[in-house]
C-alpha cells in the first residue's frame, strides 16, 4: 500500500518551490518528520519533512523540478501513520551494496542477463551525459535503485534501475553521452519489476553499443533540445529550409522570431542570435511583470580545460533576482565618509552591557537605527513601484534586509518591524538569522517582505562599492571597513576614525539630490549617535 | 532464435526503402521487410511504368500528328508491338528494382521478404513461402502504403475490371475501355491509352476533371487536350454496375437520375487510393488508425507508440512518393536522435496528363483561406516561348500567385510542356520564401522553357516582355 507524501504549505504566500536536492532515494526507509527533500522557495532552502514513515519507493521530480505545494513528492510503501512512526522508525538504507532484500519482487534468479536501458528523460530529451555510476560490476541492486547519474541539459537525474539482480557490465563511461533507450547496464538474475505492467521482452541479445556514427553533430558542446517546435510551413515565418533545420537543431523556436532578412525573413543570423534565450513562453519570475532577459549562449574554446554545472537552486534564485534587478532598475550610487570616533567610542563602552544581555552588539543593529530614523524624514526611500498599475507604494512599515554571506551564497535575511526593536534586540535577531543563513536553515518568511536592504561589506573588505538593488525595494545602503585617517584640526594633525557609505537608489524614484540628502542626514546620525537617544519614540 | 534490429521497416516503396537506407547511413543495424516487390507500388506498378508508357505514347502521338508540319514523313505509318512495349516497360521498372536492391545491399540492410505483422511494440512476424520468423526491433517504421479504392459492383479482377495495376498490364491494346473516375490516376493511363488508339469513355462524378486536385485554369487546358484528342468525357456521372456481355462489358452509369449503358471492354476503377491501416496487425503494437485507416501521426511521423513511426501514404495525404521519400530521411534521422519535424512548406504535385500539369504552393482558394486578401496573380503562356514553339508544344501556361504586401511567391502552377520538370524551381522559391522578383531577376538561359518560369513572375509583377501587358495601374 504506498502513500503519497505531498510538498506541505512552505509559508504564507509561497505556492511552489524548486527541489534542490532528494535527501533519501528510493528503497531507503524514513522515519516520521525525517528530512527528504530540500527545497527552495523564495531565496530559502527548506527541509520538507515526511509526515510518515515507510520505504521510499518513488521519487516524482528531479532537482531543478518546480513543485506546486499539495502535489505528490514521493510514495512511501508500508507507510505507517505518523503516530505509531517510533514503531516503525529503521535507520535510513545506506548506499548500494545493501543486502537487506528489496521491498519489490525478489529477483527471479535465472541467470538471464537483462539490459536496463536509459528510460525517458522528460519531453525533448532525447540523451543524456553520464556523470557518474552509482553501482559497479558485482553489485546487487533493489528494483528503482538509482545507478546512474546522467546529466541532461535541464538537469542531473538519477537513473534507478527498473528491475533487482546482480550488476554485469556498465556499457558507458563517465562523459559519454547516452542516448533514451540506449543500454545503460546489464543484470544478471533480472526479475521483472513490481510496477512493471508490460511484459518484460525477452532479453535480446546484447547490441554492441551504439555507434559513433549516431550521435548528432552537435554544433556546438550541446545541442539544446528544449522542444520540438511546431513546423513553420503553416506559419507565415519566411526562413530558407536549411535555417528552418539550424533553428531545430540549437533549440530555437524560430516561429517566435522576426526577421531582419528581406521582406521580414528570419536569417541564418537571427537563429543564431536567438540561441539560449529563454523559449518566449517561460514563465516569469514571480513578483516581476514578464520580461524576456537574453540568455546567451557560452561556448568555449574547443578542448578548452572547463567544467559545466547545472545553474539551479540558490545561486540560479540570485542569478534570476540581480538580472531582473538591473534589467528594471536605473541604479546609481552616492558614497560618502562617514567621522565614527563617537560611534567606536559607543560600541565599546555598551561591549559589557550587551555581555549581561547575552550578545554582542556589532555596527550593524546601530546602522539599522539609523536607517530606519533617516527612512522616516525620506519615505521613498521604504517605497516600492508598482509597474503593473503605475503607482508608487509607500509603506509605513520598517523591514529592514541585510545581506548576509554563506556557502551557498548571497541570502538576505530581513530585521521584521525594525522600528519597533531596540539595538540588543536587533543584535540577538542579526546573530540568530545569520547563523541560520550559513546553516541553510532559514524560513522562507524569514527573507521576504524587506522594505529596504543594508550590505555590510566592510567586514570582509573593500572601501566603496556599487550594490544591486534588491527589486522591488528602491534602495540598498552599503557600509564599509573603519579605517584611520590623518586629519589636520585646529593646525594639528589628528588621527580620526572613518567609514565609507555609499547609497545606491533607484533613479525613477529618488533623485540624485534626494539620495544625498539621505546619505548626509544618516551619515549625521553615525556621526552622533546621541541623535538615535533622541529621536526614540 | 529471433532475429534482432534497430530498425526495421516495413515495406519497401519509396518511404521505406529510403528511412532503411537512411537509418542504416546513422549506424543502425537496419531490417527492411517486404511482401510483394522492392520499390512498392511507385517503381513496380505506379509511378515509373506509366511514365515508361505515357513516354512511349507520347513519341507515337509525335510521330503521328507532329511530324509532318516538321517535314518528317513515315511511310506506311506506325504499328505497335505492344507485347514489346510492355516487356520495355517492365524492363524500366526491373531496372529501378534493382537499384533499389543494390542501394539497400550496400548499405548493410537486411532485406527480409514476407508480409509482416506486429506481435507487440517491439516484435513482428513475418510469414513467408518459408514459414514464420520473429523479427525484435527498437524501432519501428510502418510503411505499408496504400491501395486502389474499390467500389461496389466493381470488383477487381485485374484482367477486365482493373485498378492502375491491370491497366499498365494490358499486353494487347484494349478497344474499348470505360474509366471511371477522373482524377490524376484515370487520365494519364486515359492519356496514353488513347494514343494507342484504344477508344476511352471517362466517367467522372463531378462537373469537372481533376476537381479540387490541381488549379481549375490547368485542369481545363488538359480537359480540352483530351476532348481534341478524343476522348469522351460524362460529368455527372455516378458508375452503379456492370455486366459481362458477349461483346465485352456494359457498365451503367446514373447521371441527373437517368441511367445509361456505355459498352466497353474493359473497365478501369482510378477513384482514389486508400491506405492499409487494416494491414500488418497495428492494432497489436498500439498504433492508433483513424476512421480513413490512415495511421496517426504527430510532425515527426511518431505514431501513438514512441518507438513506431509512419510514413508515405499509410500516414496521410498527399499520397505520393515523393512526400513518403521526405517523411523517410526524417524518421531515420528522429530515430538517430536529431531535432527534426516535417517542416515543409509545400509538396508538389505532378500530373503526367498531355500537357503535363505541376504545382507548387498555394491554390488561389487556399491563399484566400490562409489570409492572403490580396493577391497578385499573372499568366505568361508557352506560346510566347521560343523553345515550347520550337518544340512545337505551344499548349499550357505558368501561373503564379504571389502576395500583394510582399510579392512572396505563394502557389506557382504549370500546365505545359515539362511542366514536371520546371516545378521545383518553383518549389525551391516557395520554401525559400522568395519573391517574384528574386525569379524575374535570376537570368535564365535562353532559350529554354525555364524562362518561362522568369517571366511569368515578370507577368505578375505585370511587365512581361514576350506578351503584351497593359500597364500595372496600382
Not at chain 1, 546602522?367 to 524624514?377: G, L, P, W, Y
Not at chain 1, 503607482?391 to 541570502?411: H, M, R, S, W
Not at chain 2, 477486365?160 to 474509366?179: E, Q, W, Y
Request: hydrophobic residues 45%; aromatic residues 4%; proline residues 6%.
Amino acid at each position: 500500500m504506498a502513500t503519497d507524501v505531498k510538498l506541505p504549505e512552505l509559508g504564507e504566500g509561497v505556492s511552489e518551490g524548486e527541489l534542490v536536492q532528494w535527501l533519501v532515494k528510493p528503497g531507503d526507509s524514513v522515519k516520521a518528520d525525517q528530512p527528504i527533500a530540500e527545497v527552495l522557495t523564495d531565496k530559502a532552502t527548506v527541509e520538507v519533512p515526511t509526515p510518515v514513515a515507510g520505504v521510499v519507493k518513488e521519487v516524482k521530480f528531479k532537482a531543478g523540478d518546480v513543485i506546486t505545494v499539495g502535489s505528490t513528492m514521493i510514495t512511501l510503501d508500508g507507510a505507517a501513520p505518523a503516530k505509531a512512526a517510533a514503531a516503525a522508525a529503521a535507520a535510513p538504507a545506506p548506499a548500494a551494496t545493501t543486502s537487506t532484500p528489496a521491498p519489490a519482487a525478489p529477483a527471479a534468479a535465472n541467470g538471464k542477463a537483462q539490459d536496463i536501458k536509459l528510460p525517458e528523460l522528460g519531453e525533448g530529451v532525447s540523451e543524456g551525459e553520464l556523470v557518474n555510476w552509482l553501482v559497479k560490476p558485482g553489485d546487487s541492486v533493489k528494483a528503482d535503485q538509482p545507478i546512474a547519474e546522467v546529466l541532461t541539459d535541464k538537469a542531473t537525474v538519477e537513473v534507478p534501475t527498473p528491475v533487482a539482480g546482480t550488476v554485469k557490465d556498465l556499457m558507458f563511461k563517465s562523459g559519454d553521452v547516452i542516448k533514451v533507450g540506449s543500454t545503460m547496464i546489464t543484470l544478471i538474475g533480472g526479475g521483472s519489476a513490481p510496477a512493471a505492467t508490460a511484459p518484460a521482452a525477452p532479453a535480446p541479445a546484447p547490441v554492441a553499443a551504439t555507434p559513433a556514427a549516431i550521435a548528432p553533430v552537435a554544433a556546438s558542446t550541446s545541442t539544446a533540445t528544449s522542444g520540438i517546435f511546431p513546423p513553420v510551413a503553416d506559419s507565415k515565418v519566411l526562413a530558407t529550409p536549411a535555417t528552418r533545420r539550424l533553428a531545430r537543431e540549437i533549440g530555437v523556436d524560430i516561429n517566435a522570431l522576426s526577421g531582419t532578412g528581406l521582406a521580414g525573413r528570419v536569417t541564418r543570423e537571427d537563429v543564431l542570435a536567438a540561441q539560449g534565450k529563454a523559449p518566449a513562453k517561460a514563465a516569469a519570475p514571480a513578483a516581476a511583470a514578464s520580461m524576456t532577459i537574453p540568455k546567451p549562449a557560452y561556448t568555449g574554446p574547443v578542448g578548452a580545460a572547463e567544467n559545466r554545472v547545472p545553474l539551479i537552486g540558490i545561486r540560479k534564485r540570485i542569478a534570476e533576482n540581480m538580472q531582473r534587478s538591473k534589467h528594471v532598475i536605473p541604479h546609481f550610487t552616492i558614497m560618502d565618509e562617514a567621522k565614527v570616533d563617537s560611534l567606536v567610542a559607543m560600541r565599546e563602552s555598551l561591549k559589557e552591557h550587551a555581555e549581561k544581555h547575552g550578545t554582542k552588539i556589532t555596527y550593524l543593529p546601530i546602522v539599522i537605527k539609523a536607517m530606519v530614523a533617516t527612512i522616516r524624514e525620506f519615505p521613498m526611500f521604504n517605497a516600492s513601484i508598482d509597474d503593473a498599475a503605475g503607482e508608487i507604494v509607500y509603506k509605513n512599515y520598517f523591514n529592514i534586509g541585510f545581506a548576509a554571506d554563506t556557502p551557498n551564497g548571497l541570502v538576505v535575511p530581513v530585521i521584521k518591524d525594525a522600528d519597533r526593536k531596540n539595538i540588543l534586540e536587533i543584535s540577538k535577531e542579526i546573530l540568530d538569522l545569520s547563523k541560520r543563513a550559513r546553516d541553510g536553515k532559514l524560513k522562507p518568511d524569514e527573507m521576504k517582505g524587506a522594505t529596504i536592504t543594508v550590505t555590510n561589506i566592510g567586514s570582509i573588505g573593500g572601501t566603496y562599492a556599487t550594490p544591486v538593488i534588491n527589486h522591488p525595494e528602491v534602495a540598498i545602503l552599503g557600509m564599509y571597513k573603519i579605517d584611520e585617517k590623518a586629519v589636520v584640526k585646529d593646525g594639528q594633525l589628528k588621527a580620526i576614525k572613518v567609514q565609507n557609505f555609499t547609497m545606491t537608489a533607484d533613479h525613477r524614484l529618488i533623485d540624485g539630490a534626494v539620495a544625498a540628502r539621505f546619505l548626509a542626514s544618516f551619515i549625521g546620525r553615525i556621526e552622533n549617535p546621541g541623535k538615535l537617544l533622541v529621536e526614540m519614540i | 532464435m529471433a532475429q534482432n534490429f534497430d530498425v526495421v521497416v516495413i515495406g519497401a516503396g519509396p518511404g521505406g526503402y529510403v528511412a532503411a537506407i537512411r537509418s542504416a547511413q546513422h549506424g543502425f543495424k537496419t531490417a527492411i521487410i517486404e511482401r510483394e516487390f522492392l520499390g512498392g507500388v511507385c517503381l513496380n506498378v505506379g509511378c515509373i511504368p506509366s511514365k515508361a508508357m505515357i513516354t512511349a505514347t507520347h513519341l507515337l502521338h509525335k510521330a503521328q500528328h507532329g511530324f509532318a508540319e516538321m517535314g518528317l514523313n513515315i511511310k506506311g505509318g506506325i504499328d505497335v508491338d505492344m507485347k514489346k512495349l510492355v516487356t520495355w516497360k517492365q524492363s524500366v521498372s526491373d531496372k529501378m528494382a534493382g537499384g533499389v536492391n543494390q542501394l539497400l545491399k550496400g548499405n548493410g540492410v537486411t532485406i527480409i521478404s514476407g508480409e509482416a505483422e506486429f506481435k507487440s511494440s517491439k516484435e513482428i512476424t513475418v510469414k513467408s513461402s518459408k514459414g514464420t520468423e520473429s523479427v525484435q526491433a527498437k524501432h519501428f517504421v510502418v510503411a505499408t502504403g496504400s491501395r486502389p479504392i474499390e467500389i461496389p459492383g466493381f470488383k477487381f479482377d485485374e484482367k477486365d475490371i482493373c485498378s492502375s495495376t491491370g491497366a499498365l498490364a494490358f499486353d494487347t491494346i484494349p478497344k474499348r475501355v470505360a474509366v471511371i473516375g477522373g482524377g490524376y490516376i484515370g487520365l494519364e493511363i486515359s492519356s496514353y491509352l488513347r494514343k494507342l488508339g484504344t477508344e476511352v469513355t471517362v466517367i467522372e462524378a463531378q462537373s469537372s476533371l481533376l476537381a479540387g486536385v490541381v488549379d481549375p485554369d490547368c485542369a481545363q487546358v488538359v480537359t480540352r487536350k483530351l476532348k481534341k484528342d478524343g476522348v469522351n468525357v460524362i460529368y455527372g456521372a455516378k458508375a452503379k454496375s456492370q455486366k459481362k456481355v458477349k461483346s465485352g462489358y456494359e457498365v451503367t452509369v446514373e447521371i441527373n437520375g437517368k441511367d445509361e449503358v456505355i459498352p466497353c471492354d474493359k473497365i478501369l476503377v482510378t477513384v482514389g487510393r486508400r491506405p492499409n491501416g487494416d494491414q500488418a496487425n497495428l492494432k497489436a503494437a498500439g498504433i492508433q488508425v483513424d476512421e480513413r485507416g490512415f495511421v496517426k501521426v504527430d510532425a515527426q511521423r511518431r505514431t501513438t507508440v514512441s518507438n513506431i513511426f509512419a510514413i508515405g501514404d499509410i500516414c496521410g495525404q498527399p499520397m505520393l512518393a515523393h512526400k513518403a521519400s521526405h517523411e523517410g530521411v526524417l524518421v531515420a534521422d528522429v530515430i538517430a536522435g536529431q531535432n527534426r519535424v516535417y517542416d515543409a512548406k509545400t509538396v508538389p504535385a505532378v500530373v503526367f496528363t498531355d500537357p503535363e500539369i505541376a504545382s507548387a504552393g498555394m491554390t488561389e482558394d487556399e491563399a484566400k483561406k490562409k489570409g492572403f486578401t490580396d493577391l497578385l496573380i499573372g499568366k505568361f503562356p508557352f506560346a510566347a516561348n521560343g523553345r515550347a514553339v520550337s518544340m512545337s508544344e505551344t499548349d499550357g501556361f505558368v501561373k503564379m500567385i504571389a502576395d500583394k504586401k510582399t510579392n512572396i511567391i505563394l502557389g506557382v502552377h504549370i500546365v505545359g510542356p515539362e511542366a514536371s520538370n520546371l516545378i521545383s524551381e518553383a518549389v525551391l522559391a516557395i520554401e525559400m520564401g522568395a519573391r517574384l522578383e528574386d525569379l524575374s531577376l535570376s537570368i535564365h538561359p535562353h532559350p529554354t522553357l525555364g524562362e518561362t518560369m522568369m517571366e511569368a513572375a515578370e507577368a505578375t509583377l505585370g511587365h512581361a516582355i514576350h506578351i503584351i501587358q497593359r500597364p500595372l495601374r496600382k
